[in-house]
């Protein structure tokens, strides 16, 4: 346990399926036929039909009837996988309704990553040979039972499903599971994860922290407007999608078009009950706030890893520790200690260097009473942004600090163009 709370995710986890008639077909032509899946989005997220989505969240799933440790999730479903997969025509087998013919479709290459739970490889589609990512999630995890290992998949992957229209959440292309794993296809995302970009590259500047933040806010947003917590705020669920060198330097740049951060791990992301709070803890410990210790919480704790991210970009470690070695020693109930109890130290070296507003921010996402925690959308808001990222500018035209000029494309559905620059231009 206590080697994994610095990068595991202590919280639970997954689906749809395509309908494959040929190997000649490319994902594209099978998006199009009338069966396949609505939600894969090659590079353009607008492909993708919301109504069919809805109607693929709202059909029933097999292990649904499992509450999450009494939390009220997916109370309402019935059914079986079975009938999820047919109600969208799909030609499936497993356990899940997924197909079962992956490496049909596709080839396993070498492996690009690894999580608490999954192992990431690159893929090559053989019909295109595009190249892709493959989440690999285990049926069966430690002392989880099968069924509820499944439940946890199923969530994620409606999730997942459910925040494609959010242009920073990693494309969907294909899912799919055999008698012992699961398969999630996604969009290859080149440029590496931001706990990489900080063990290679060390801390960031302000501003750098600012484009980071901003980006990783828009998927708090949404999340929150869809009645999700992502549960899992951290460093290493955000990566960079084009290959570069340094990210820190393309930040400065100005070299990046939206959307360059993709959230690519919805596992510990849960569905917000009305009447209740959650209840058990989930998500990476150095990260959970301390209402999520306390097994008495909202959305607002995703503001409070945001804050531990914004901290660590700034000061390349976390606030209660001096480095990811030391935390990794500690059991869960030592980190929390600290997490609920000690001050976040802001005395030293770049928060002393940190501007007003930027301090203000920090301030407001490490709160511990989450009620006086800033939320998403007043985040967004912050006048940190403006100051350091000069969002006035129009799209394709130098910022006057020459930082990440954005295109004025909506973040995300639910937003709508980045309007809360837009009065300063
Ligand atoms: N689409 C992708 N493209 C490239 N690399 C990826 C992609 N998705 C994941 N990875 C790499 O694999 C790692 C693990 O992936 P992911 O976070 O989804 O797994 P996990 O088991 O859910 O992790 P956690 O420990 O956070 O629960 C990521 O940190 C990243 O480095
Ligand atoms: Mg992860």
């Known amino acids: 346990m206590a080697s994994a709370l610095g990068q595991g ?27 396949y899946p609505p939600y894969r989005c090659p590079q353009q997220k607008a492909r993708r039909q919301p109504t069919l989505v809805s109607q693929a969240l709202a059909a029933p799933s097999a292990i649904a009837e499992q509450t999450n ?73 430690g002392k989880l039972s099968r069924e509820k290992t499944l439940t946890k998949i199923q969530q994620e992957l409606e999730v997942l499903a459910a925040l494609q229209d959010c242009q920073q959440v990693v494309c969907l292309e294909d899912i799919f599971e055999d008698s012992q794993w699961v398969y999630i296809v996604q969009e290859l995302c080149e440029g590496g994860d931001l706990a990489q970009a900080l063990a290679t590259h060390g801390a960031c500047t302000e501003s750098q922290a600012a484009a980071v933040i901003y980006e990783v806010l828009k998927v708090i947003a949404t999340c929150h407007a869809e009645g999700l917590l992502h549960g899992d705020i951290k460093p290493a669920n955000f990566m960079m999608r084009p290959s570069m060198s340094n990210p820190w330097k393309a930040i400065d740049g100005g070299r990046l078009r939206n ?56 000061a390349c470690r976390l606030p209660f520790w001096d480095s990811m070695d030391d935390c990794k020693s500690k059991t869960i109930d030592e980190v929390g200690k600290s997490v609920v109890t000690d001050d976040v130290p802001m005395d030293y070296g770049p928060f002393e260097a940190l501007s007003k507003q930027g301090m203000d921010l920090l301030h407001g996402l490490t709160q511990r009473d989450p009620s006086k925690r800033i939320t998403a959308a007043a985040a967004l808001e912050h006048p940190w942004f403006r100051e350091q990222l000069g969002y006035a500018c129009k799209p394709g035209q130098a910022c006057s600090n020459n930082i990440v000029a954005l295109d004025k494309t909506p973040a995300c559905s639910i937003f709508g163009p980045e309007l809360a620059f837009e009065a300063a231009c």
């Open 259 to 314: 959307p360059w951060l993709m959230a690519i791990d919805f596992g510990c992301s849960q569905p917000v009950h009305k009447a209740r709070a959650f209840m058990r803890r989930t998500g990476t410990p150095v990260y959970m706030a301390p209402e999520v210790f306390q097994r008495q919480y909202g959305m607002s704790a995703d503001l409070w890893s945001l804050g531990m991210m914004f901290y660590e970009l700034l």
């Open 69 to 141: 440790d009494g939390l009220g999730l997916w109370e309402a479903a019935g059914g079986t996988a079975a009938t999820h997969a047919s109600s969208w025509g799909l030609n499936s087998g497993g356990e899940l309704g997924l197909p079962l013919d992956f490496t049909t479709y596709y080839q396993l290459g070498r492996q690009i990553g690894a999580g608490a739970y999954g192992t990431v490889y690159e893929a090559i589609e053989k019909a295109t040979g595009d190249r892709l990512a493959v989440k690999v999630l285990p049926k069966q995890r």
């Open 9 to 35: 995710c202590l919280g639970g986890k997954a689906a749809r399926g395509s309908g494959h008639s040929s190997l000649q077909q490319t994902r594209v032509q099978r998006q199009q036929s009338t069966y």
